[in-house]
């Protein structure tokens, strides 16, 4: 009887294992379980050849030692233990294979190695323990797509260095490879430019928030703000780079100015118009502005303003070329995403050096200009070996050459690129905002709480290549990003609760061939990722308190 019992444990424990390691998000493209298991404990080694073996296995030594309190031994040489062999083909596949004699990964580039050590994260136990047991299984795996990308906007909302290092963490752990830093924005200019110190001396600081959704209940009429100095975002670029991250600077042009106006008021069309007067017009309540109502400030509520950069005046197009000569050289990323969303023509159809420019260069209207703004910063870019990403407004009045769009206003914009032959990063608000709310109801202010919500099984519904499209014409989608904007978000917590679990839809999406997913089959696989998110200690939405 009780051999009868220790047999029943032991089927119980062998299948529960199984069922919960085998869960990967997101899902690889081909998974065969076989029999047994590997026991990795303290003594297993990480054979890592190269030095950029050697780093992949740091960063798996990192995670052993957050999570479950012990390293690895990493040796050059060796055909025991966790083996990393990295090929030369320039694709991010991989091959991982475990037994109960090791685990082999073998990556078609670095990239593809440090995406099986991701998947084998996820084979191991969601509780700490110091022997870790990790099933056999075969599997190959591959992206869908190059591009898979996640944004942060800290304009609205600074978060500390540290945290964006974490939040880079998170990225890596769902096989995200771009990091969209959305540095500048109405309500704060986030990155240090030595030319132009007042762009942080004053640009990076308001003096009051208003409170709740737009147009708010008050003003907290407190001091907000913070940047980042170049050798902080060389940090950064840095720390992401180690996980395979290439991060994209964001500099907004010719919209969302305020702040760079606020520094430096001759880049408006009207430099002696009070910030204050825009507050109002946009339909914010004039009880709520804090500090004086005369003169350029940060903006301190939501929204589109009508105070953008002067496409009139050759000292706006110089302010932005010598940003850029400083911005460039921190990030090694071939694309600057140089924003171009939500940039009202008011001020440039009334002001009399825009006009003169459109007079002189034959547009007929100032979504011309517009283009004519974007093409002459694109040429600068270019100049520079860099290629501009741009919210799909770019495409208005006639899109800049070598752009690549970064479609937000739906799917629309992105079909009209890809017909055009250009390339594409797919970004709809109504997939891949995750900043609306995730239930008809929330516990906190988000930007959609009246326009509905933003559920985790309509992002997974997400299709990356529109219908629309045909298959040559769907080449040119080169990816999806989903975007987090912190108009609402104040903190770290907020950010967790608003990205996960959403984010494992996002990732499978952007990874995982369409014909491969399942809702049903996703979900199951989703309770085990909660459980890693409990071991990661994160905010997600749903959690259980404890």
């Not at 995406?115 to 990790?134: E, F, M, N, S």
């Not at 840095?238 to 106006?261: D, F, L, N, W």
Request: glycine share 8%.
């Amino acid at each position: 009887m009780r051999i009868a019992v220790l047999f029943l444990l032991f089927c119980f424990t062998t299948r529960s294992v199984s069922a919960q390691e085998i869960d990967i998000i997101p899902k690889p493209q081909t998974l065969v379980q076989k029999s047994g298991t590997f026991t990795l404990t303290r003594a297993t080694p990480i054979v890592a050849a190269t030095q950029g073996e050697r780093n992949i296995a740091a960063l798996f030594n990192g995670y052993l030692k957050s999570f479950y309190g012990f390293t690895l031994p990493i040796v050059s040489k060796g055909s025991k233990g966790i083996i990393l062999n990295t090929k030369t083909a320039s694709n991010e596949g991989y091959n991982l294979e475990a037994n109960n004699n090791g685990v082999k990964i073998n990556g078609n580039s670095e990239a593809g190695t440090f995406y099986g050590v991701q998947t084998l994260i996820q084979l191991l136990p969601t509780r700490k323990a110091t022997t870790l047991a990790i099933p056999s299984v075969s599997i190959t795996d591959a992206p869908v797509v190059s591009y898979r990308g996640m944004m942060l906007d800290v304009g609205r909302h600074f978060f500390p260095v540290e945290y964006v290092k974490k939040y880079i963490d998170f990225l890596a752990l769902h096989k995200i490879n771009y990091f969209h830093w959305h540095l500048t924005e109405d309500q704060g200019w986030r990155i240090e430019i030595k030319k132009y110190p007042r762009l942080t001396s004053v640009g990076a600081w308001r003096d009051g928030t208003i409170i709740g959704r737009f147009p708010g209940t008050g003003n907290t009429y407190q001091r907000y703000g913070g940047f980042y100095t170049q050798a902080q975002v060389k940090e950064i670029v840095a720390y992401a780079a180690k996980r395979y991250i290439t991060v994209i600077p964001e500099i907004e042009m010719p919209g969302h100015g305020s702040a760079a106006i606020a520094a430096y008021p001759e880049l408006s069309c009207f430099p002696d118009k009070p910030t204050y007067d825009y507050f109002v017009k946009a339909g914010n309540k004039a009880d709520y502005w804090a500090g004086s109502k005369t003169g350029k400030h940060v903006m301190q509520s939501w929204g589109v303003y009508d105070d953008i950069f002067c496409a009139g005046k050759e000292h706006t197009f110089k302010f932005l070329q010598d940003v850029l000569d400083e911005v460039l050289p921190l990030f090694p990323s071939k694309f600057v995403h140089i924003g171009g969303d939500e940039a009202p023509k008011n001020n440039w159809h009334t002001c009399p050096l825009c006009q003169k420019r459109m007079k002189e260069n034959h547009l007929k209207d100032e979504h011309e200009l517009q283009s004519y703004f974007i093409q002459r910063i694109e040429k600068y870019i270019n100049a520079k070996g860099k290629v501009i990403l741009g919210w799909d407004e770019i495409l208005e009045g006639g899109l800049a050459p070598n752009a690549w769009v970064m479609s937000w206003r739906g799917e629309k914009g992105g079909i009209e690129a890809a017909k055009q032959h250009h390339n594409v990063i797919m970004s709809p608000t109504t997939y891949a905002y995750l900043d609306y709310q995730q239930a008809p109801k929330e516990d906190s202010v988000t930007i959609s709480n009246n326009k509905g919500y933003l559920s985790i099984e309509k992002v997974y519904s997400w299709h990356l290549f529109p219908d629309a499209l045909t298959s040559d014409e769907a080449r040119y989608i080169k990816g999806g990003q989903a975007n987090l904007w912190t108009e609402y978000i104040t903190n770290p917590r907020k950010v967790e609760y608003m990205l996960f679990p959403r984010a494992a839809a996002v990732c499978e999406t952007l990874w995982t061939p369409q014909s491969q997913k399942n809702y049903d089959d996703f979900s199951r696989r989703l309770a085990t990722q909660k459980k890693r998110y409990d071991l990661w200690n994160i905010n997600y939405y749903g959690k259980q308190s404890k």
